[in-house]
């Protein structure tokens, strides 16, 4: 039995080895083990609860430097066989350096500091991109942040020539750097916000006299869907199933007051996947950025995620590609319905590390699809705190009805939640605290939307009935949790369109 190890601290990290431990492929018979490096405070509780058959290995800190000393002494012990890397910032504090430079190298998916910038330098990972000849933005350029004359000049033109633009602050982020502009009125006060939000950070990097990059982006139109590629060290990769993210705190476009966050929600299959549209993806962004990134020697086993705008015609085919970003770790919480739909994640993990991925397609549960969404800390509190993505109140007790969650099919995934061991009770560590998950299958005579929708109100459902619960300290019969109620609603929505 071969022991694949997810390092990090949220959901998709818990349910990647609670995968890899319990799917059984139609094709390989070989069985893995799910190992989770740190977690959170809560997850091993959480685990013990459930009877789960994932275990934990844990770390000094948070930093690279200590998931890096816990994950060598763990691969020499032979506690675990292989490792992935879930948080881009290992991946940017040099984790698979530290790992490869002890003779693990070969154990390890993820690039390392010198592949980083493909998601932590967006005007670089532009770069490449044209080098590579894969499609980007139709208009892009790079100017000096502190520059507002020529912010607006180039501003109001992208927009006369695009119909819009976008502002993004070209380092990590955490999917929050890009602001949408989509008229004139607008662009002084997107501009001072995202200043005001990354002024520390360029400080810090560039200080008050250099200049302070920022990318500008004509608005691309379409369809937005990112894929995950899974790669390894000759060159060969596979892509995974599709899914859509809830970026937007609510329904509606992002603005002011409806910002883009880490993600409250996400579906699998992406509503517009088909399978013409993953061979584009392959064709026109996998392959030749794998080239490019074996030309520069940066090629390694990895995992890309590229998130892309597609142009369809009226039969739902794609006609044209172009890739908004690359991102170099998977989705969150994107993954975690990817994961659900796959039967064969163990043996593709260790068909990238063997060099083999040609070997090895996604065994995908294509008749099902799955749901995945967030309960994240709502309003209130001591001091009148906003709620996720804003500021959270912490340390209210959870509530959890695993017995009516186990009956009715829904997996819940801690991720900000703490375990308090005097009282022996789980707590919320505010943002994302925990994540709903479900998977239905599509009958005969049945549509995507109409099982969606089931999904839908059934994760909707234990939430308006309080199986999932963060006691409020004011009002012990309250919630201090709150959802988005779209997630899954994009199936019947694409079905419409293309009635």
Not at 19 to 45: C, K, L, N
Not at 468 to 497: C, M, T, W
């Amino acid at each position: 039995m071969k022991k694949i190890a997810f390092a990090g601290t949220d959901g998709r990290t818990l349910l990647s080895a609670f995968v890899v431990s319990t799917a059984t492929s139609d094709i390989h018979t070989e069985t893995f083990e799910g190992i989770v490096i740190r977690g959170t405070p809560a997850m091993p509780a959480y685990v013990e609860m459930l009877n789960w058959p994932v275990s934990f290995i844990p770390t000094r800190s948070n930093s690279a430097d200590d998931y890096s000393e816990a994950i060598i002494d763990s691969l020499k012990e032979g506690q675990i066989d292989y490792v992935i890397p879930m948080p881009e910032a290992l991946l940017f504090e040099g984790m698979v350096d530290r790992v490869a430079e002890a003779g693990f190298g070969d154990r390890v998916i993820g690039l390392t500091q010198a592949g980083a910038f493909i998601e932590g330098d967006k005007i670089r990972c532009k770069e490449l991109c044209d080098e590579a000849g894969v499609p980007v933005a139709p208009s892009w350029c790079q100017v000096d942040a502190k520059d507002y004359p020529e912010i607006l000049s180039t501003c109001l033109d992208y927009i006369d020539r695009h119909g819009g633009v976008v502002l993004k602050y070209p380092y990590s982020a955490g999917g929050k750097g890009a602001r949408i502009i989509l008229n004139s009125w607008e662009i002084r006060e997107v501009y001072d916000t995202l200043i005001h939000d990354y002024r520390d950070n360029y400080k810090k990097m560039f200080g008050k006299k250099g200049p302070w990059p920022l990318l500008i982006e004509g608005l691309m139109s379409g369809v937005e869907i990112s894929f995950t590629i899974l790669v390894d060290a000759k060159g060969n990769f596979q892509i995974l199933p599709t899914a859509m993210d809830y970026p937007e705190r609510f329904e509606g476009p992002a603005s002011k007051t409806n910002p883009i966050t880490g993600g409250v929600g996400a579906i699998s299959p992406h509503p517009m996947e088909t399978p013409e549209l993953i061979d584009m993806a392959g064709e026109t962004i996998a392959r030749p950025i794998i080239s490019a990134m074996a030309q520069k020697g940066l090629l390694r086993p990895c995992i890309l995620y590229p998130g892309c705008f597609v142009a369809l015609d009226g039969f739902r085919r794609p006609q044209k590609i172009r890739v908004s970003e690359i991102n170099i770790r998977p989705g969150e919480p994107e993954a975690q319905p990817v994961a659900r739909r796959l039967r064969n994640l163990g043996p593709l993990i260790r068909a990238a590390l063997e060099g083999r991925l040609d070997e090895v397609t996604p065994e995908v549960r294509s008749e099902q699809v799955s749901l995945c969404l967030a309960l994240v800390t709502g309003p209130g509190g001591p001091d009148g705190q906003k709620g996720y993505p804003w500021s959270c109140t912490k340390g209210e007790p959870v509530e959890l009805d695993l017995k009516y969650l186990r009956r009715k099919g829904i997996q819940l995934i801690p991720s900000a939640m703490t375990y308090d061991r005097e009282g022996e009770h789980l707590k919320s560590d505010g943002t994302r605290v925990a994540f709903l998950n479900a998977n239905a299958t599509i009958k005969e005579g049945e549509k995507r939307g109409e099982v969606a929708n089931r999904l839908r109100k059934k994760l909707i459902g234990a939430f308006d009935n309080g199986k999932v619960r963060v006691i409020p300290r004011e009002n012990q019969d309250g919630n201090r949790l709150d959802i988005r109620r779209d997630i899954g609603y994009h199936f019947s929505k694409a079905e419409l369109i293309f009635s």
